[in-house]
């Protein structure tokens, strides 16, 4: 290529007003052979998957050979660029692709990055009139590699710096200097992770996450605890950043909480509940199951996991009664813990290092309960459940995967009132917003706890005890129109409801 001159070949341009495919070709040669007379050309094509996949009413146009032939007998040099997609769809295989070398162009380092950064800085600076700090070139790189998944770098970290800019001139005004926090910030909006710099205020919540999850979440002080520390750990992070946020799981009988604990810690973390991915592992039972989470090798079917995962990279992955998985399936969950990475059936690879993981299980609740009942102390239950239940279920090297295996203990009768008024207070506040007030008797409260109290189901015959007593009765009234707006309705022992009308 020394002493060439590289002429650049606009797609758009050759394909204006063309009347159809012949014109077209018979343009690309003209091109082409301008291009041997003049000897000295090298010809550039940028994003060249566009040209070979030109399409005209009369059919697809027969480019990839004329280019493929003219490189063939020498006539011209060419340099082109595509993407790793449509080069293995268009051109790997077409005539094209044996005359090409391939080269494959990774993402710059943190050093070429904000060189690169550094050389487009001066434009985004003029057109917003701001200024950005080294520090914030410096965040925009290491953020953007983090945790921005769209695109590729150097493309992600211009951008990045571009939404900074409007979003603090819009926030601070002209001439602002943008720091690391800024980019920090905005990061933070997109993706709903804590990641400026942690205030007295948070550091006073990160402090005292167990109060918080505790308003949903009643007794279970060891399992809150254990999920608390965890959090902590990861918003200071120190924590491998190569794996995910934290691996956890959960052990105890059914309706103890586990569930409501990972839906509190998606609220706690990620900022709302619903940013959760649930999966019942006892769907995937099977080794066929494997290809509907990570998708098909011919690329018909998506991977439910790894699809999930791409759209919501910032969110709780909840494995529910995970002991069902087929092995192999648990095998996918061991690399995901293991690297933080999984790669689907077509070889995206798909970055889990933002996600929490959980997986629940009643494995083992039979010996928890005799244990329990003994007296024996959650710590040495959960060292027997390790060291000799649980190895029926899972392999030794799975189980060392998880951050924290916690036990969670059946629920009493006095925990049962409690998640009593927990679950009356939604009731309550549904009513609030009719405008409608509610109010419950102790003995209400205790006749519910007494009769919802079942130790081997937990809290869910009092789930639904409430919704029978409670919900359906105040159904009613409201649609018969016996309880409108400002009334008040006290709950009485025999699901009694004395409703109190405005004057």
Known sequence: ???????????????????????????????????????????????????????????????????????????????????????????????????????????????????????????????????????????????SNRYLYEKYLPSKAINLLEEAAVYVKNKRGKDSILTGEDIAALVSEKTNIPLTKITEAESEKLLNLEERIHQRIIDQEEAVEMVATALRRARAELRNLKRPIVNLLFLGPTGVGKTELAKTVAEVYFGDEKNMLRFDMSEYQNKADTARLIGSPDGSFEGLLTSAVLRSPFSLLLLDEIEKAHPDILNLFLQVMDDGRLTDATGRTVDFTNIILIGTSNAGTEFIQEEMEKGTGIEEIQKILVREKLKSYFRPEFL?????????????????????????????????????????????????????????????PLNRLIQERVNDTLAKNLLTGKLTRKDTVILKKGGEIEIKNKI
């Open 1 to 143: 290529l020394q002493d060439k001159r590289l002429v650049s070949l606009s797609i758009a341009a050759l394909v204006a007003g063309a009347a159809g495919s012949g014109e077209i070709e018979e343009r690309l040669q003209i091109i082409l052979n301008e291009i041997y007379r003049a000897g000295n050309i090298a010809l550039f094509i940028k994003d060249i998957h566009n040209l070979i996949g030109l399409k005209t009413a009369e059919g697809e146009l027969d480019i990839s050979e004329i280019l493929a032939d003219a490189l063939k007998r020498r006539i011209f040099w060419l340099i082109s660029t595509s993407n790793s997609k449509d080069y293995h769809r268009l051109i790997e295989s077409a005539p094209l692709g044996e005359a090409l070398a391939k080269i494959e162009i990774g993402e710059p380092d943190k050093n070429a990055t904000i060189q690169i950064l550094e050389a487009n800085v001066a434009g985004i600076e003029g057109t917003n009139q701001v200024y950005f700090s080294y520090q914030a070139l410096e965040k925009a790189y290491e953020l």
């Open 400 to 460: 060392n995967r998880f951050d924290g295996i916690i036990v969670f203990k059946p629920l009493g009768e006095e925990e049962l009132k409690q998640i009593a008024r927990l679950l009356l207070n939604k009731v309550a506040k549904q009513l609030t917003e009719k405008g409608i007030n509610l109010e419950v008797t102790d003995e209400a409260v205790e006749e519910l706890a007494r009769d919802g109290f079942d130790p081997i189901f937990g809290a869910r």
